[in-house]
């Protein structure tokens, strides 16, 4: 029986060990993509994306299409959802929030360094009464993340076109690789609550959520308030 335990042991410790290597290997890799790339094959910035940053922080619509002003924003409310699940991660040594402070400047780069980091056992896990903590699991900052994220999924899907969208990916660099961010920063937040799924047993009520793209993380982030985040029970 020993010999089986030992297996299992060693079978996770393996698991752990790959995810970590996987991270680093994806962070490396586009951080040499987005260092690289368009520099050496995408056309000069005219401007552009100076007008994305404008049209972001002045809210002036005009400046640039509904598509590509959704996905920049998005990009300011995915680490907020990340922080929702990992500053509870309240068995980790090291802390998350630089990491997520630096995801709001760099993107995806900023938070994975943390997530190689990070010890993928969860299984330890306490939750522990934190002023912070019981903030982001909150309905106020659910509330918060929803009308942010509805209404900026309402305004790209239907006044936004798609294929002007594609045709700024392949010349301008910062749609170029706030794209490739995005798409990071989703599979990611997904493996994050794949992982708290599995560590706390939640899979039965939320399984058909992620089937809604943006809208299933703030419907699970709504689940999720009346979880107990406690498995040492």
Not at 113 to 127: E, I, Q, S, T, V
Request: with cysteine; net charge negative; proline share 4%.
């Amino acid at each position: 029986e020993q010999g089986v335990y030992l297996m299992k042991d060693n079978e996770l410790e393996e698991s752990v060990f790959a995810k970590i290597n996987i991270i680093w290997i994806i962070w490396l890799i586009f951080l040499l993509y987005a260092i690289l790339i368009p520099n050496l094959f995408l056309p000069e910035d005219n401007g552009f994306s100076r007008d994305i940053i404008l049209a972001t922080f002045t809210f002036n619509l005009n400046l640039v299409d509904p598509s590509i002003f959704m996905i920049f924003s998005l990009l300011g409310v995915l680490p907020l959802m990340c922080a929702s699940i990992i500053l509870f991660d309240n068995n980790q040594k090291l802390p998350s929030w630089p990491f997520l402070l630096a995801s709001l400047g760099t993107g995806v780069i900023g938070l994975l360094p943390y997530l190689a980091l990070r010890d993928h056992n969860l299984n330890d896990y306490k939750d522990k009464n934190n002023a912070l903590i019981f903030l982001f699991k909150s309905k106020i900052h659910v509330f918060f993340m929803s009308i942010i994220t509805v209404p900026l999924v309402y305004y790209g899907l239907i006044n936004g076109d798609f294929s002007v969208y594609f045709e700024y990916w392949k010349i301008n660099p910062l749609v170029h690789v706030m794209t490739i961010d995005f798409v990071i920063f989703y599979l990611l937040l997904n493996f994050l609550i794949y992982q708290e799924l599995k560590v706390f047993n939640f899979q039965k009520r939320t399984r058909y959520l992620f089937l809604l793209p943006m809208i299933g993380f703030i419907l699970y982030f709504y689940v999720r308030i009346d979880f107990n985040l406690d498995n040492t029970n």
